[in-house]
């Protein structure tokens, strides 16, 4: 009989709404085991290299039966949690690290049990009002202009190029034919996620043009000029500029003011990637440094590097939202009861995504909770270890350092009269890593192997230093004298 199995089938379906006993007892061992993560997190090691990797399968794989909590959790610490680099470690020094502020942890609890719908004002207005008041406050702290601009939370600074090269490709009107003759400008510094965007947004076809660079590896605003010029000379039609505010290898910061200007005299798609750099306007020295951004049409910002949110939170801000809106909306028949009542932008239109995780709330809580001055402070505490680190490997005989940093990352190289520099500082991060107490990642400059310092964990501290600064000098010396 129906009714009969449907109440058998209830019956087994209700397991999946945990009981208020239950629910506590769940909660509380995650919480115990977090903490117990974050207690022991500073006497565990940052990398754990090959022989920790886990097992090919997680065991026991997904199966019709249930498991215990704490089966899980010891699965997860082993297979999970140990292999590879740990995220949240103040010794993280590698690619751009952010650690992971933990109320971020508790604003993503509340997002996942409330199930609140971001995506559109009419489901959640409260929510879509939060994110855009986000957004807001990164256009306000960029610069751009409070009436017009808008954006949207992202995945990370991936997608948010992505959008952003869509729509400058849609207000420019071009059509497929006119690809080959579209041009786009940026360093061999820029982050490749810009050739992924550039593929995924059908614009193989376009012209690239990698525009040289200084010493320092910053874009030379004034060949760029010339490059535009000449394009438009001879029929091609410049469809964006992109400038890297921090680029991810070097930290380079191009001029951004002249490249500003010279996309307004062009009137080119100006394409500010700050990603990295970014949130560092919350320094003075970083608002200077990053002077221009404002004449953006679009900012890339990732509030899981600048911010120390975890992986996950990127933001792209554009100078004028109804062209991201134009470039991202589309009506359709199930989605009619939403109309009319936006009062506000809805993310959903502004992004390919529909439904999508509320990430304002990982943002939103950590900022209400500790307000910005503890976030300007150890992002000026960034900079400073940055500068001291450098300059204390600068007095390194042994080794080699590139140009100063402009902001918090940069190079470095075992020098060898007569020797290989690049066997020698290959085997210095073999043995960094090797260790494992810090992790750095290493680069390749002009074919030549840099050792890369990236200090943005906001667990990093002195401490983290003066540790690294001893594991390279311990090390070097002995790679050398061997
Ligand atoms: C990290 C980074 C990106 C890519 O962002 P994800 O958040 O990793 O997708 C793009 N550009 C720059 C300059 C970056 O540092």
Not at 22 to 36: C, G, N, P
Not at 416 to 437: A, F, P
Not at 455 to 467: A, Y
Request: net charge negative; glycine share 8%; hydrophobic share 40%.
């Amino acid at each position: 009989m129906t009714e009969e199995k449907i109440r058998l089938l209830e019956k087994e379906a209700r397991l999946l709404e945990i009981p208020l006993n239950d629910r506590k007892r769940l909660t509380t061992k995650v919480q115990e085991f977090a903490s117990e993560f974050l207690n022991e997190l500073p006497d565990i090691k940052t990398y754990f290299t090959e022989e920790s990797l886990p097992s090919p399968e997680l065991n026991p794989s997904v199966s019709e039966e249930s498991s215990e909590l704490g089966d899980i959790l010891s699965e997860f610490k082993k297979e999970v949690l140990i292999p590879g680099i740990n995220g949240a470690s103040g010794g993280h020094m590698g690619y751009i690290p952010g650690g992971g502020v933990y109320p971020a942890a508790l604003g993503d609890f509340l997002a996942a049990v409330t199930n609140k719908y971001a995506g559109v004002f009419y489901a959640a207005p409260g929510a879509v009002r939060l994110e855009n008041m986000l957004i807001k406050w990164m256009c306000d702290l960029v610069g751009l202009p409070n009436k017009t601009s808008g954006g949207n939370l992202t995945s990370g600074g991936s997608i948010a190029n992505l959008i952003a090269v869509v729509a400058a490709r849609e207000l420019s009107g071009i059509k497929a034919r006119d690809f080959e003759k579209s041009v786009i400008y940026f360093t061999q510094q820029a982050h490749h996620c810009v050739g992924k965007a550039i593929i995924n947004a059908g614009l193989k076809e376009a012209v690239i043009r990698h525009v040289p660079m200084d010493e320092n590896y910053r874009m030379r605003a004034d060949i760029l000029d010339t490059m535009v010029e000449e394009d438009i000379a001879s029929g091609l039609k410049p469809l964006i500029i992109i400038a890297s505010a921090g680029t991810t290898d070097v930290g380079a910061v191009d001029p951004l003011d002249e490249i500003g200007d010279i996309a307004k005299k062009y009137d080119v798609w100006y394409n500010v990637d700050a990603a990295y750099g970014g949130f560092f306007s919350l320094t003075d020295y970083g608002k200077k440094k990053l002077k221009g951004i404002e004449k953006a049409d679009s900012v890339i910002i990732d509030p899981h590097k600048g911010l120390f949110l975890p992986f996950g939170t990127g933001a792209l801000l554009v100078r004028d939202k109804n062209k991201l809106y134009n470039s991202q909306h589309l009506p359709a028949n199930y989605m009619q009861d939403t109309l009319g009542l936006e009062e506000e932008l809805s993310p959903a239109d502004l992004s390919p995504e529909l439904t999508k995780h509320f990430r304002g709330v990982r943002m939103w809580l950590p900022l209400k909770l500790f307000g910005l001055k503890p976030f300007r402070k150890a992002l000026e505490e960034k900079l400073e270890l940055t500068r001291y680190f450098y300059s204390e490997l600068e007095k390194e005989e042994a080794i080699e350092v590139g140009p100063q940093p402009d902001l918090s990352v940069f190079y470095y190289r075992i020098k060898s009269e007569g020797g290989d520099s690049n066997k020698l500082t290959k085997q210095l991060m073999q043995e960094i890593h090797e260790d494992g107490r810090i992790f750095m990642s290493s680069t390749s400059i002009e074919g030549d192997f840099y050792i890369r310092v990236a200090i943005l964990s906001f667990r990093t501290h002195l401490e983290h230093i003066e540790l690294a600064l001893s594991i390279i000098k311990e090390k070097t010396k002995t790679i050398i004298v061997s």
